[in-house]
């Protein structure tokens, strides 16, 4: 079975070429193709891209559109979705892990050992307590590595071209099919995002979810998120 890997970029020349060495060092025995979907860069992202996987370029959109144009575009029976600035830890046979866990029936997808690039307390709690949210409220947000087979993710509707939430609203759909597996292999992203203030945007990120659940629709929550 073909694993598609699928990453949407924008402005990350810094990051992605790191990830992309990375998943190109993975065993062969299982296959799998590199899909990035860039949503407009204006730096060198599509060119180091284009050096380690099949590039398509969507100038206006969001991620969540990203994500869906990617599913679109590739061929496996697998799909693997990652962020950018993430790096996985040193675990050459996660392809046959993920390939064995998406073959039992019960389970509707995965996900991947959530962690950032600082060892401060409160980054360890953030990560934590994402695992325990995508365990028991089957909710996995896109720096955990979202797994699944094609088949479940059409039956749950596949990403919508929204722009927040997108991840939310794929994983609470994904959980009425069956089981997610927590596979324990970390996959460790940038902290950047709270490098404004880590207890402010800890909040913001609190009350988009509540504003959310109260009915806001995603893009008003994208106004004020990225305001």
Partial sequence: MLISIIIPTLNEEKNLENLLRQLN???KKIPFEII?????????????????AQVYQLKQGNRGAQLKLGAEKSRGEILWFLHSDSRLDNQSDILTQIHRIVLNKNNSAGFL???FDSTELFYRY??????????YLGLIFGDQGLF?????????GGFEAVPLMED??????LRKLGKFYYLPVTL???ARRFRKGKLKVHLRMHKIKLLY???????KLAERYYK
């Fill in 213 to 219: 659940l109260l009915g806001m629709s995603p893009e």
């Fill in 25 to 27: 060092q993975l065993e």
């Fill in 126 to 135: 953030l990560a934590r307590t994402s695992t325990l949210r995508a365990k």
């Fill in 188 to 190: 460790t992203t940038s």
């Fill in 168 to 173: 939310w609203r794929l994983s609470r759909r």
């Fill in 36 to 52: 990035v979907v860039d949503g407009g860069s204006q730096d060198s992202t599509v060119a180091i891209a284009s050096d380690y």
């Fill in 148 to 156: 699944t087979t094609r088949e479940n993710y059409e039956r749950a």
């Fill in 113 to 115: 050992k959530l962690s």
